[in-house]
Nanobody, 128 residues
Framework: QVQLVESGGGLVQAGGSLRLSCAASGRTFSSYVMGWFRQAPGKEREFAAAISSWSGGNTYYADFVKGRFTISRDNAKNTVYLQMNSLKPEDTAVYYC????????????????????WGQGTQVTVSS
């Protein structure tokens, strides 16, 4: 079992930056693949980024965040981050952290069904 708690959301102007954090409970955090998803009002939840377990040497991004968002992890702190730069109004959404003990298969990890553990979400609002 792992519990996930996101933080760092808020209101920011277009072009600004935010860093989301996801703190995980449990001793086995380093063995989990971690992902970030987002859900805008009236839309389905969509994949943003994922990072492999252990050293986090593999990352995978949705096309719409490439070059703007960076996912990273600090196993000593049981935390995964999503650094978001050059934010746009269309990035407005609730952002969710997800985790599971699964093989690194990037395309499969873009599906929310690949993850068994989810946080409660943090709201990100980007004003124009």
């Amino acid at each position: 079992q792992v519990q996930l708690v996101e933080s760092g959301g808020g209101l920011v102007q277009a072009g600004g930056s935010l860093r989301l954090s996801c703190a995980a409970s449990g001793r086995t955090f380093s063995s989990y693949v971690m992902g970030w998803f987002r859900q805008a009002p009236g839309k389905e939840r969509e994949f943003a980024a994922a990072i492999s377990s252990w050293s986090g040497g593999n990352t995978y991004y949705a096309d719409f965040v490439k070059g703007r968002f960076t996912i990273s992890r600090d196993n000593a702190k049981n935390t995964v981050y999503l650094q978001m730069n050059s934010l746009k109004p269309e990035d407005t959404a609730v952002y969710y952290c997800a985790a599971d003990f699964v093989p690194w298969q990037a395309r499969k990890l873009t599906s929310s069904s690949a993850y068994g553990y989810w946080g409660q979400g943090t709201q990100v609002t980007v004003s124009s």
